[in-house]
């Protein structure tokens, strides 16, 4: 799988080691832990190309330590796993599903998924591709499985925070003859491992949790089969959708901080979403962690930690605005993940089947106490 500490057939070790050591080169003295981004369009060539580095559009020594890294997370002492990182979410989604679809063939996405599926789907269409979608939760999209190519899931799925049973699902495309790729974002590696619940590629955004600063663009592919993988690697290859050095390094110095940030996290978003689940009025709160969640019979089986999303509905546009712009430890911003809470009313970008009052609300790391605080006198304060 790699050369990391973890890939070397040491002893077995927990997330927060492996976090802080994954991807990490051999020792050498007088050189630093982690070495500084290489920026590199080509590379000294003499002879045949037979090495490693070639040329920057293929490969670059920094991009090989990070997806090194995200492997020894994604897939730990798992054999015969390759990573494969990205300029973007988008772009590590679109080359799984573009390189394994071909005209004529069928994909099932989720109908209650990530904003730009929706572009996705007219994308693929135009090609020729059968697009079948149903909603997450409920394992609905075993009932649109057959004759499928390929099956996209989204769990949790972003932004209603529904969940469906990874391994049922597998298990159902796979009898099929469907490949199964999962959305990892929300969940991150520390959350949730889908290639250990039988998943043939884990996807997912870097830019969200995984990097947590809200200042690096990155997408990565996880997957099992070398043949598939060599299918992704071609597509990256084909339009160029590569990570410049300085990101990747960014990305791989935040891995070591994961486990942290996930942690703090996802307690203050159980938090959160206890407090809000109490306020008295009815917000319809989702979070997967919450007993009283529909989903958080499957989240408890199949997942390690819960998120960093809250989801909750106010009753007006007009209401959601005023609570978001009371809010002061909260920043009105897109994306989720980041070491600072962010939360924004979803229906303003038109591509979510959400109420125009549904907030998205992504915890940060301050102090829980403070957090939940804020939010509820906003709360207060944004009422009629």
């Known amino acids: 799988m790699n050369d990391s500490a973890a890939g070397r057939g040491g002893p077995a070790t927990g997330e927060g080691t492996r976090a802080v050591r994954a991807g990490l080169p051999e020792p050498v003295k007088y050189e630093p832990t982690l070495p500084g981004p290489v920026f590199a369009a080509h590379y000294h060539l003499p002879g045949d190309p037979t090495g490693p580095y070639a040329y920057g559009r293929d490969d670059n020594p920094t991009w090989t330590h990070l997806e090194r890294a995200i492997g020894d997370l994604e897939a730990p002492g798992q054999d015969g796993v390759e990573t494969l990182v990205f300029a973007s979410g988008m772009a590590a989604i679109s080359s799984v599903v573009f390189s394994q679809l071909?005209?004529?063939?069928?994909?099932?996405?989720?109908?209650?998924?990530?904003?730009?599926?929706?572009?996705?789907?007219?994308?693929?269409?135009?090609?020729?591709?059968?697009v079948r979608t149903a909603p997450t939760g409920g394992d609905t999209q075993l009932?649109?499985?057959?004759?499928?190519?390929?099956?996209?899931?989204?769990?949790?799925?972003?932004?209603?925070l529904d969940v469906c049973d990874i391994r049922r699902l597998v298990e159902a495309a796979h009898a099929r003859g469907a490949l199964v790729a999962v959305d990892n974002t929300l969940a991150t590696p520390l959350g949730q491992r889908p290639l250990e619940l039988g998943a043939d590629f884990s996807v997912a955004s870097g830019t969200k949790q995984l990097t947590g600063h809200g200042d690096v663009l990155l997408g990565y592919v996880v997957g099992r089969d070398a043949e598939d993988m060599a299918a992704v690697r071609r597509w990256r290859k084909i339009v160029g959708a590569i990570p410049g050095p300085m990101e990747a390094w960014l990305a791989h110095r935040s891995v070591a901080t994961l486990p942290l940030r996930v942690d703090r996290q996802s307690g203050t978003a159980l938090a959160v979403a206890e407090a809000l689940r109490d306020w008295p009025e009815e917000l319809g709160v989702r979070y997967p962690g919450l007993m009283s969640d529909p989903s958080y019979k499957i989240a408890s089986q199949q997942m390690h930690r819960y998120g960093c999303v809250v989801s909750f509905t106010l009753p007006t546009r007009a209401r959601a605005d005023r609570f978001l712009g009371a809010l002061r430890l909260?920043?009105?911003?897109?994306s989720f993940g980041g070491v600072r809470s962010t939360?924004?009313?979803?229906?303003?970008?038109?591509?979510?089947?959400?109420?125009?009052?549904?907030?998205?609300?992504?915890v940060g790391a301050e102090d829980p106490e403070d957090l939940v605080a804020d939010v509820l006198r906003a709360l207060d304060e944004s009422a009629d």
């Open 343 to 362: 939360a924004e009313r979803r229906g303003r970008w038109g591509g979510d089947a959400v109420p125009e009052g549904f907030i998205r609300l992504s």
């Open 143 to 160: 009932e649109v499985l057959d004759g499928a190519k390929l099956l996209w899931i989204e769990t949790p799925s972003n932004p209603g």
């Open 102 to 130: 071909h005209s004529g063939e069928t994909v099932v996405l989720p109908s209650d998924g990530y904003q730009a599926l929706p572009l996705l789907r007219t994308q693929l269409e135009s090609y020729g591709i059968e």
């Open 330 to 334: 909260v920043d009105d911003a897109t």
